[in-house]
């Protein structure tokens, strides 16, 4: 097979894997903002679809550092100010679920409630 013929054979491949691998694309978690500022958590109550896994995008606009922790489920991310991270959550049961910023526990408050 001459290289010409290897590499368009190559491209051809190439473009039914694309082809296929789109409707993964498609199907990607269902993705909710959190932002820290002044040691609040905006929006305080998230509403997540239950039963799905979903991706919470956390950045935090400071002023300082900032640490997302909740009990159930278990989960921990630390943020420098001016850091976006995210952390992926399993489909959780329909419920309230409280969350809170480990450094400022008075102030930073929050709630996943799953529908």
């Not at 959190?34 to 935090?60: C, G, M, S, W």
Request: net charge positive; glycine share 6%; no cysteine.
């Amino acid at each position: 097979m001459t290289s010409r013929r290897f590499f368009l054979r190559f491209l051809a491949l190439s473009a039914l894997a694309i082809g296929v691998a789109s409707p993964a694309l498609a199907d990607e978690l269902p993705t909710f903002n959190l932002v820290i500022k002044d040691a609040r958590f905006i929006p305080q109550t998230i509403e997540v679809p239950a039963n799905t896994k979903f991706k919470l995008v956390i950045r935090n606009d400071g002023p300082g550092p900032e640490e997302l922790e909740s009990d159930f489920p278990r989960k921990e991310k630390v943020l420098a100010e001016g850091a976006t991270s995210f952390l992926v959550y399993q489909p959780l049961k329909p419920g309230r679920y409280r969350f809170f910023g480990d450094f400022h526990p008075d102030t930073a408050q929050g709630w996943i409630v799953a529908k």
